[in-house]
C-alpha cells in the first residue's frame, strides 16, 4: 500500500518568514495530494490540494508543489503569521474512492 | 456547501459496552464515506471505506467484527465499537466525497472523541 513520509516534524520560523513542509510518497498510481491543517481538538481543514496533471498551484500565500517523477510533493507557506500555527499533515490517495494516507503531521510554530 | 456532521462530539462508557458514532453529510450526497482514527499527537489512519448500500472495506489490521460500519444512505454512515476496551479511546473522524462534482476532495466531520473506562 501507500507509504507517505513527511518532513520535518517539527519547523519554527520567524513570523513573516516563509515555510515548507515536503513529503515523499511510494505508490506511482497516487493521483491526488491533499494538505490538511489541524487545530487541537478540531477536524482537518483542507488548506490546498494538487492532482497529477499538475506541477504547482497557488492560493494566496499558500503553494504546493509536485514533482511526479521523484515521487514528492511539498507546502510553501509565505509571509507567515501567528494564525498559521497548527499541525499540518499532507496526504496521498488515487482519488475518487480510495481513502487518505497520510503523514506523521509536522507542527508548525510561528514565532511572534 | 460541504458540511459532515458526527454525533456525539464526544462519548465516555464503560469496558466491555458498544457506542455507535453516526456521520452525516448534511449539505450533499456522498459517494463514499471514510472512518479514521487518531490517537494523542499522532496522524490519522484510515480504517474504513463505506458505499451505500454495500459492506465497508476494512484497512489491514482493523477488525470488522468490532468496528461495524453501516451505510444505509447517502447522507448517513454509522461506525460502532462493539465491547470497546480502553485500547479504543481514540478521536474517530469520518470523512465523505461528493456524489457530484470533485469526487477527490474529503470534507471531514468534527470527530467524536472516545474514552473508554
Known amino acids: 500500500g501507500e507509504n507517505v513520509e513527511q518532513h520535518p516534524s517539527t519547523l519554527s520560523v520567524q513570523e513573516g518568514d516563509s515555510a515548507v513542509i515536503k513529503c515523499t510518497y511510494s505508490?506511482?498510481?497516487?493521483?491526488?495530494f491533499p494538505w490538511y491543517k489541524q487545530e487541537l481538538g478540531k477536524r482537518p481543514q483542507l488548506i490546498i490540494d494538487i492532482r497529477s496533471n499538475v506541477g504547482e498551484k497557488k492560493d494566496q500565500r499558500i503553494a504546493v508543489t509536485l514533482n511526479k517523477t521523484a515521487k514528492h510533493f511539498s507546502l510553501h507557506i509565505t509571509e507567515t503569521q501567528p494564525e498559521d500555527s497548527a499541525v499540518y499533515f499532507c496526504?496521498?490517495?488515487?482519488?475518487?474512492?480510495?481513502?487518505?494516507?497520510f503523514g506523521k503531521g509536522t507542527h508548525l510554530i510561528i514565532q511572534p | 456547501g460541504a458540511v459532515v456532521s458526527q454525533h456525539p462530539s464526544w462519548v465516555i462508557c464503560k469496558s466491555g459496552t458498544s457506542v455507535k458514532i453516526e456521520c452525516r453529510s448534511l449539505?450533499?450526497?456522498?459517494?463514499?464515506m471514510f472512518w479514521y482514527r487518531q490517537f494523542p499527537k499522532q496522524s490519522l489512519m484510515l480504517m474504513a471505506t463505506?458505499?451505500?448500500?454495500?459492506?465497508?472495506?476494512?484497512e489491514q489490521g482493523v477488525e470488522k467484527d468490532k468496528f461495524l460500519i453501516n451505510h444505509a444512505s447517502l447522507t448517513l454512515s454509522t461506525l460502532t465499537v462493539t465491547s470497546a476496551h480502553p485500547e479504543d479511546s481514540s478521536f474517530y473522524i469520518c470523512?465523505?466525497?461528493?456524489?457530484?462534482?470533485?469526487?477527490?476532495?474529503?470534507?471531514f466531520g468534527p470527530g467524536t472523541r472516545l474514552t473508554v473506562l
Open positions: 449539505d450533499f450526497q456522498a459517494t463514499t
Open positions: 505508490d506511482s498510481a497516487s493521483n491526488y
Open positions: 496526504a496521498a490517495s488515487n482519488g475518487g474512492a480510495d481513502g487518505l494516507t
Open positions: 463505506s458505499n451505500e448500500g454495500s459492506k465497508a472495506t476494512y
Open positions: 470523512s465523505a466525497t461528493r456524489l457530484a462534482g470533485s469526487t477527490d476532495t474529503q470534507y
